[in-house]
């Protein structure tokens, strides 16, 4: 006679990592509401950023995540006229801020070095109009 044993195996599924601790109290910069921020993400080959931005005064945060370097131009579509480029490219791993002002239109962000336009980094976004409630002098 064979003996059967049953094993029950109680899975421990308890899903989702404990919260951790380390709850960095980053500082809180006094922000102007009506400032815009866009993060640019570069990587290989790839350009991730919003679709949509406001006119008027932006804050680019580019950030390039990929392991080369990467620079980065936007185009004015109607035109096909390059309205700004990067002074110098990105090393991997680099962020940089800059801050920009864009007249309402339909864009393109490029990375051209070395062929990774070819490669699909690049990306379109359409700067709008700010609402009008936006635009006063208000403080
Ligand atoms: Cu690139």
């Known amino acids: 006679?064979?003996?059967?044993?049953?094993?029950?195996?109680?899975?421990?599924g308890e899903a989702g990592a404990p919260?951790?601790?380390?709850?960095?109290a980053a500082p809180v910069a006094a922000t102007d509401p009506r400032e815009v921020l866009v993060?640019?993400?570069?990587?290989?080959?790839?350009?991730?950023?919003?679709?949509?931005?406001?006119?008027?005064?932006?804050?680019?945060?580019?950030?390039?995540?990929?392991f080369e370097e990467h620079n980065l131009l936007f185009v004015l579509v109607e035109?096909?006229?390059?309205?700004w480029e990067i002074e110098s490219r990105?090393?991997?791993?680099?962020?940089?801020?800059?801050?920009?002002?864009f007249e309402p239109g339909e864009y393109k962000a490029v990375c051209n070095f070395s062929g990774h336009e070819d490669r699909g980094m690049f990306t379109g976004f359409v700067v709008r109009e700010r609402p009008a409630s936006e635009v006063g002098s208000a403080r």
């Open 39 to 66: 993060e640019i993400d570069m990587d290989e080959y790839t350009l991730l950023m919003d679709a949509s931005l406001p006119a008027g005064p932006v804050t680019f945060e580019l950030a390039n995540k990929g």
């Open 19 to 24: 919260p951790n601790g380390s709850d960095s």
């Open 90 to 101: 990105l090393a991997p791993g680099e962020r940089r801020t800059v801050m920009l002002d």
């Open 79 to 83: 035109s096909d006229s390059t309205v």
């Open 1 to 12: 006679m064979l003996a059967t044993f049953m094993f029950m195996i109680s899975a421990c």
